[in-house]
């Protein structure tokens, strides 16, 4: 009976201490308490400022809203830490920030592949010449850019094929962006005849060519190599439009032009031709062998 009074009056000693500890510190809880309130209204304000101030200068809403949140968190923490040192908590203060540097190192290592995902994201939208509805080149891939996340930048290729590849590759390969500059330029391969003017072949093909381009830069035409059948030749042309569909439809015209060209002024385009030559005797036998075969059918 005597024990169960001891343990009751510990207990009742013990809420006694608590309370009157609450009671003396209430009035540095409701300092605490101001401080906070105070710095959430700070962290909202900033938060708010740095929001505006981003959208300035990038379009990547979801990075906008990453760095305008990180301000705030960051804000909160301070007037956490502060509010705490109010209320004699120093102890909790110091084993609360080793706490978040042995978790951060922890998900540092756990997460290597998604902070430097996220960290390329952050400069792509910042930095890098990389909007929605560009025609890029990337990591073997081309297509249209469909959406450029914190962590990945989708294409839509001209297959239909959604091709989805991690920030840091893209920021790390080379890059090739066919809208940024609001040309491109059309490369036809083509050769003539050995017996053809070579001066009327050019000219001719760069009338043909500049009657259906609206780009005005001129139309060349370089002479290359000679092949086993023709002259070969490159024939260039610039479009003001980088839309692939435009891009293959301009050089599917051109084509049609340069052969319609080339017809009504007598100038060939040869194909490949292989003569084979045979001696009397080996011939002789392969026409004895072609006679059998048609005699017996």
Not at 57 to 81: M, Q, R, W
Not at 172 to 198: A, F, I
Not at 214 to 233: A, L, T
Not at 251 to 259: D, I, R
Request: net charge negative.
């Amino acid at each position: 009976m005597e024990s169960i009074q001891d343990i009751g009056s510990e207990i009742w000693e013990k809420l006694m201490g608590w309370y009157e500890t609450a009671v003396l510190m209430l009035p540095n809880l409701a300092m605490a308490i101001v401080v906070l309130l105070g710095f959430v209204l700070v962290a909202k304000l900033l938060k708010k400022g740095v929001h505006k101030l981003l959208t300035r200068t990038s379009d990547n809403e979801a990075v906008n809203n990453l760095l305008s949140t990180i301000a705030y968190i960051g804000v909160i923490a301070v007037g956490l830490f502060f509010a705490l040192g109010v209320l004699n908590l120093d102890k909790t203060v110091t084993s609360m920030l080793a706490g978040v540097g042995v978790v951060g190192l922890a998900l540092g290592f756990a997460f290597q592949n998604t902070a430097s995902n996220l960290i390329s994201g952050i400069l792509m939208a910042s930095r890098y010449p990389l909007n929605v509805g560009d025609l890029i080149e990337t990591n073997d891939h081309f297509g249209t850019v469909e959406d450029i996340t914190l962590r990945y930048t989708t294409l839509r290729s001209f297959q239909g094929q959604t091709i989805v590849i991690p920030n840091k590759q893209v920021l790390e390969s080379s890059l090739v962006n066919y809208t940024v500059t609001n040309e491109r330029r059309v490369d036809l391969e083509c050769g003539v005849s050995y017996s053809d003017d070579l001066e009327k072949a050019e000219q001719v093909a760069i009338d043909a060519i500049t009657q259906m381009s609206s780009s005005k830069k001129p139309v060349e035409v370089m002479y290359g190599e000679f092949g086993d059948s023709s002259i070969n030749f490159t024939l260039r042309f610039w479009l003001d439009d980088p839309n692939h569909k435009n891009f293959l439809e301009e050089k599917s015209k051109a084509v049609k032009a340069l052969k319609r060209a080339f017809d009504e002024n007598d100038i060939s385009i040869p194909f490949p031709i292989r003569t084979l030559e045979f001696a009397n005797r080996e011939f002789k036998t392969i026409k004895n062998g072609l006679s059998l075969e048609h005699s017996a059918s």
